[in-house]
């Protein structure tokens, strides 16, 4: 499984920027895809994540609920995050991951995925 996520970049605050996440390779594998985010000399957190294989809702970490939104279009095998009102605090680099199903209880951790992508730069300016 491969992932490549896009759609970074250098934006304002207050600016909304929606990040991609194409998945490609034995997506039969893949039971969810979450995003998680690291900041310079922090740890990776995660932002939410989403059900792959069809019917399942999204789930938002509490931090970025009210401006941040996953979602997934099956045919074109890709997650996407919108992100709306943006601070300087959500300043990092962004990577989308997938994770098996025998993972589903660490949907929201980091072990819980086996697969990542190269991750996208999110620089938000005061």
């Known amino acids: 499984v491969q992932l490549q996520a896009s759609g970074g970049g250098l934006v304002q605050t207050g600016d909304s920027l929606r990040l991609s996440c194409a998945v490609s390779?034995?997506?039969?594998?893949?039971?969810?895809v979450g995003w998680f985010r690291q900041a310079l000399g922090k740890e990776r957190e995660s932002v939410g994540s989403?059900?792959?294989?069809?019917?399942?809702?999204?789930s938002h970490a509490e931090s970025v609920k009210d401006r941040f939104t996953i979602s997934r279009d099956g045919t074109k095998n890709a997650v996407y995050l919108q992100m709306n009102n943006l601070k300087p605090d959500d300043t990092a680099v962004y990577f989308c991951a997938a994770g098996r199903a025998r993972n589903w209880r660490d949907y929201a951790r980091p072990r819980g995925y086996d697969y990542w992508g190269q991750g996208t730069q999110v620089t938000v300016s005061s």
């Open positions: 390779g034995r997506t039969i594998d893949v039971y969810f």
């Open positions: 989403i059900g792959w294989r069809g019917g399942g809702g999204a």
